[in-house]
């Protein structure tokens, strides 16, 4: 069974910084690439980031050298460090992984940015 568990949200001010965490099982985790979505109250899902299973690497371009992303196979974990963080980047960030054409979700860890 697939699993994707996000964590590491909170509060921070802006400029602060914080790291999520997503733990993937289930899969071969080094066949799939996965990425990095937010959502902000009344938006739609966007892409952040995703990190592919050749560490091929995008990002939004509102978080370009803000944010990096990177993966670890040994404890099948992808992790995104997010600094200078700004009231724009508030949201629900989830992990996603497609398999075999099916798209797999976490549960969210939400991300608030304010003073």
């Known amino acids: 069974e697939v699993q994707i568990v996000e964590s590491g949200g909170g509060l921070v001010q802006p400029g602060g910084s914080l790291r999520l965490s997503c733990v993937a099982t289930?899969?071969?985790?080094?066949?799939?690439?996965i990425q990095w979505f937010r959502q902000a109250p009344g938006t739609q899902r966007e892409l952040v980031a995703g990190?592919?299973?050749?560490?091929?690497?995008e990002y939004a371009d509102s978080v370009k050298g803000r944010f990096t992303v990177s993966r670890d196979r040994y404890t099948r974990t992808v992790t995104l460090q997010m600094n200078n963080l700004n009231p724009e980047d508030t949201g629900e960030y989830f992990c996603?992984?497609?398999?075999?054409?099916?798209?797999?979700w976490g549960q969210g860890t939400r991300v608030t940015v304010s003073a």
């Open positions: 289930g899969f071969e985790f080094d066949r799939y690439g």
């Open positions: 990190i592919g299973s050749v560490r091929n690497i």
């Open positions: 996603k992984v497609v398999i075999a054409g099916i798209p797999y």
